[in-house]
């Protein structure tokens, strides 16, 4: 089972690929969506929380910290928050475990799992940096949405593809969502 988690960044496209795929994949996946990322769905990609559902295998509205994922005893072994704010990495590199997903994250990083976060948010002040830079310092990986161009993307798609499939990549994950450097088949 991994969690994934989608906040109210730009970007969310990122959040709706990497649930398309793991779906595609057969992996387990818990959803959790904030309520600013609802907003976001709707405006840049015109769709609900209930059209992404049927993408997740359970799902989780983000103030209920009664959920399994909120507790150290449920076995899951990974979450990705993607796209993640600056408000949200905020409150796990502080511990502020107020919602699902900053427990969920505060879970994982006390249990020892993997946690990926993909922040979106640019130009970035010191205390954004600091922040990441606490939460790597504990083992969490900060995978920023900045998309590469050796692969010669061609379309919004290919450049969307190559950040999900470094997520897939962390999470050991294989997979061919993009061309890789000397690879001459995508
Ligand atoms: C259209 C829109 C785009 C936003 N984009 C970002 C962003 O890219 N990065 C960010 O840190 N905050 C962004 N915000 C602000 C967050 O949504 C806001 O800080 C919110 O409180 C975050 O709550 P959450 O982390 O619980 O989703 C955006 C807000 C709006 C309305």
Redesign the pocket.
């Known amino acids: 089972m991994i969690v994934v988690a989608i906040?109210?960044?730009?970007g969310v496209i990122y959040g709706v690929r990497l649930l398309e795929i793991l779906k595609e994949l057969g992996e387990e996946t818990a959803l959790v969506i904030?309520p600013?990322?609802k907003?976001?769905l709707e405006?840049e990609l015109g769709i609900t929380e209930d059209d992404l559902k049927q993408y997740s295998t359970v799902y989780y509205s983000s103030d209920d910290l009664t959920a399994s994922i909120n507790s150290g005893s449920f076995r899951y072994s990974s979450m990705v928050i993607v796209p993640s704010?600056?408000?949200?990495i905020s409150a796990i590199a502080n511990g502020y475990a107020s919602n699902a997903i900053t427990r969920a994250a505060d879970v994982v990083l006390k249990e020892r799992r993997k946690l990926v976060i993909v922040p979106?948010?640019t130009p970035i002040r010191s205390i954004h940096l600091e922040n990441m830079l606490k939460i790597s310092n504990e083992g969490g990986i900060i995978l920023p949405a900045m998309p590469a161009f050796y692969h010669k993307p061609e379309n919004i798609d290919e450049m969307v593809n190559f950040i999900v499939g470094k997520i897939l990549d962390m999470l050991e994950i294989d997979n061919h969502l993009f061309r890789r450097w000397h690879d001459e088949n995508p």
């Not at 906040?7 to 730009?10: E, N």
């Not at 704010?85 to 949200?88: A, G, I, P, V």
Request: glycine share 6%.
């Open positions: 906040t109210g960044a730009s904030t600013p990322a907003i976001i405006y704010t600056m408000k949200t979106r948010e």
